[in-house]
């Protein structure tokens, strides 16, 4: 009895904790750009079970990937960074055009309808998580677009 107690002690020791924090990616895609473009947006919908924020985010296809949120003040529609994208415990959060997204700048080629991206996303508590972008065409508002 006493060696079955211990494997069960070291089995739970390496086990992922039952409170570890996870986030659901669905309805990922990316706009395809025109040739000579640098730029490049990503859209997708999050979920976490636990709570969490989106913290960051990089893709080999560009120098950078940023978070931003789009807002309109009067008839000025304005563009802003921000450092996180919070994502309440069972709620979805969606990365959508004109709203929150994430912009891909310094492309280091087009981005092709038809084609996919890796994405990784970084969150404060969930592990980091790499998932395939497909390109949509370049007016795309949902991935099949």
Do not use: N
């Not at 990922?28 to 924020?53: H, I, N, Q």
């Amino acid at each position: 009895m006493k060696r079955l107690g211990m494997v069960a002690v070291c089995a739970a020791m390496f086990a992922a904790p039952a409170w570890a924090a996870s986030v659901v990616v669905t309805s990922a895609f990316a706009r395809a750009t025109l040739p000579g473009s640098d730029t490049g947006v990503v859209y997708m919908t999050l979920e976490s079970d636990t709570g969490d924020k989106l913290t960051g985010a990089s893709t080999p296809v560009a120098v950078s990937a940023m978070m931003h949120k789009t807002s309109m003040a009067g008839m000025v529609m304005s563009m802003d960074m921000v450092s996180a994208i919070d994502l309440p415990a069972g709620q979805k959060v969606v990365l959508q055009p004109d709203q929150l997204h994430i912009m891909l700048e310094g492309l280091r080629h087009p981005l092709v309808k038809g084609t996919t991206i890796p994405l990784q996303l970084i969150f404060a508590k969930s592990p980091a998580e790499t998932v395939t972008v497909p390109v949509a065409g370049f007016a795309a508002m949902t991935p099949g677009g």
